[in-house]
């Protein structure tokens, strides 16, 4: 009986110990944050620096073309103002 009673106080124990540490440590932790597309750029870069024949190539092809992305963006964005433009002087 008294072995029953120390063992049952020793896993009483054991799991208040563990339940407050997983609530003070969930309260405590802050959420992760990252910023995927600066992380990407660089990881493109470097392969692109260091990485030489087709990985290096693929990673330049991929640079390019996200630097075409946003120059198309751009020239997207001229057109639909000279657009407002021309209707504007009733053209």
């Known amino acids: 009986m008294r072995t029953t009673l120390k063992g049952s106080i ?9 339940t407050a540490g ?5 309260i405590a932790q ?4 990252a910023q995927i597309g600066d992380l990407k750029n660089q990881a493109m870069e470097a392969a692109g620096a260091e990485a030489g024949g087709t990985l290096g190539a ?6 390019q073309l ?6 198309l963006d751009g ?17």
Do not use: C, H, W
């Open 30 to 33: 802050r959420p992760a944050e």
């Open 22 to 26: 997983f609530l003070l440590g969930s």
């Open 75 to 91: 020239l997207q964005k001229n057109y639909e103002m000279l657009k407002k433009i021309q209707t504007l002087l009733g053209g």
């Open 58 to 63: 693929a990673a330049q092809l991929g640079t």
């Open 10 to 18: 020793r896993v009483g124990a054991a799991a208040a110990i563990f």
């Open 66 to 71: 996200t630097d075409m992305r946003k120059n």
